[in-house]
């Protein structure tokens, strides 16, 4: 059972439009969401998080937003650059009681190609 | 600045040979994390450290074992390779696991079990 769905596999704009990346998750208990972009042979690096108790944050050209009601939170990149064709992951964070520690759960990530 | 190191970078194993998966981070982190990546599929959590001399089992810990040999190194072990190993494995290091710190990843291994 997928707790954080990317429902989208792949993504194509063109550079200096807006891209538009979306997460879904079922978890109520999740309070801290995180995007990480993913180049092809290298680690998932941070890219930009937001608390569940906030409904944007921004930081340069990424932007997410975050809707707790309809558990959908996306990410936004304005204006895209052929730079940031990568993979992206949504991931989300919850407490679990056992030790008491995060631990991240991550969707199966989105493919943004921005076309020159 | 290295940040976190994973060695080999690849390996080719046939089923049932064992082997170690090393880890390394330079940035003083009290929490440490192995994940696995499958085609199609986000990462999945095998084993953490949440902090030096303590390991918890993740999402899919079967058919591994881990070691915190010290603040700086999370080992990985796989003690009989099967073909359902075959994956993309990462580590990853944050400041500790009690407070919403951005995890840093390596680079991962690939590993292919024939």
């Keep these: 059972d997928q707790q954080v769905k990317q429902n989208s596999p792949s993504l194509s704009v063109q550079e200096g439009r807006i891209s538009i990346l979306n997460c879904d998750y079922t978890n109520s208990m999740f309070d801290y969401f ?10 998932p690096t941070f890219l930009i998080s937001i608390s569940s108790i906030k409904d944007k944050n921004e930081d340069g050209r990424f932007t997410v937003f975050l809707n707790k009601s309809a558990k959908h939170l996306s990410l936004h990149i304005v204006p895209s650059q052929p730079g940031d064709s990568a993979v992206y992951f949504c991931a989300a964070s919850a407490r679990y009681s056992g030790a008491g520690s995060y631990q991240l759960t991550f969707g199966k990530g989105t493919k943004l190609s921005v076309i020159p | 600045n290295a940040g976190v190191t994973q060695t080999p970078k690849f390996q080719v194993l046939k089923t049932g040979q064992s082997m170690t998966l090393q880890c390394a981070q ?3 982190h009290n929490s440490m994390y192995w994940y696995r990546q499958d085609p199609g599929m986000g990462l999945r959590l095998i084993y953490y450290s949440a902090s030096e001399g303590t390991t918890d089992k993740g999402e899919v810990p079967n058919g591994y074992n881990v070691s915190r040999l010290n603040k ?3 080992s990985l072990r796989l003690e009989s390779a099967a073909p359902s190993q075959t994956s993309v494995y990462f580590c990853a290091s944050n400041r500790d696991t009690y407070s919403n710190q951005p995890q840093h990843f390596g680079d991962g291994t690939r590993l292919s079990i024939l």
């Excluded at chain 1, 995180?34 to 680690?43: I, N, Q």
């Design chain 1, 34 to 43: 995180l995007w990480y972009k993913k180049y092809p042979a290298e680690g």
């Design chain 2, 72 to 74: 700086r190194e999370f």
């Design chain 2, 26 to 28: 330079d940035m003083n």
